[in-house]
């Protein structure tokens, strides 16, 4: 079990997805400041319901798991901004969560294992063309990878990988998300993607 700080969101993070954040709450610079100085991680939650910003007598509901985020690189391009790219790392669940006087959320956590590094089968190779062709179509037209949301190495021929891009990638509704980001087969994570792409006629015919 671990003790962390949340950082709750209108998204998911899964692990090695690329996070882009504008920090200007008072809360969450403490909290970032605070990472960057001691080299600490801290925890991405979809936020079921409540805004991202804190409202005066307005709830917040989080979701019961979520990913651990690191920090790559920042910059404070003015006073009271923060500006920072971040990673997902280790998927975890949510055992206890309470928000402080502050408004800052803590939580105790179970970190949950990692994918295993599973080729993708012949069967599903049609999600990772349809990835890389949107990767090459990104590159063509200049896209940053911070506007990417997606970075190198791309690891186009890794199960978990590939499924982990796409479910950042469609637009989903946070619970949907969850569910996938909670999935401890890689490959079954893939086959889901598979049919959200097949129903939505975004793949090539096998």
């Not at 979701?63 to 975890?92: E, H, K, N, Q």
């Not at 990772?128 to 791309?154: C, F, G, W």
Request: overall charge negative; glycine content about 4%; hydrophobic content about 45%.
């Amino acid at each position: 079990m671990l003790a962390i700080s949340l950082f709750p969101l209108n998204t998911v993070l899964f692990p090695d997805g690329h996070l882009p954040l504008q920090v200007f709450e008072v809360r969450y610079l403490d909290l970032i400041k605070r990472c960057i100085a001691e080299d600490e991680q801290f925890g991405v939650v979809p936020l079921l319901e409540g805004s991202e910003v804190q409202l005066p007598e307005q709830e917040q509901v989080l979701s019961s798991a979520g990913t651990m985020a690191r920090i790559l690189d920042w910059s404070a391009p003015m006073p009271g901004l923060l500006r920072v790219s971040c990673v997902g790392t280790t998927r975890f669940q949510v055992r206890s969560a309470e928000r402080l006087r502050h408004g800052l959320w803590v939580a105790d956590v179970d970190p949950l294992d990692g994918d295993r590094v599973v080729p993708v089968p012949e069967e599903q190779q049609n999600v990772a063309d349809a990835l890389a062709a949107l990767i090459r179509s990104l590159e063509k037209k200049q896209v940053s990878t911070a506007n990417m949301h997606l970075a190198p190495p791309y690891r186009l021929d890794d199960a978990g990988w590939v499924a982990n891009r796409w479910c950042e990638l469609l637009r989903l509704d946070l619970r949907d998300k969850q569910r996938l980001l909670l999935q401890d087969n890689p490959v079954l994570r893939l086959e889901l993607i598979q049919d959200l792409l097949s129903e939505n006629g975004l793949l090539a015919s096998q």
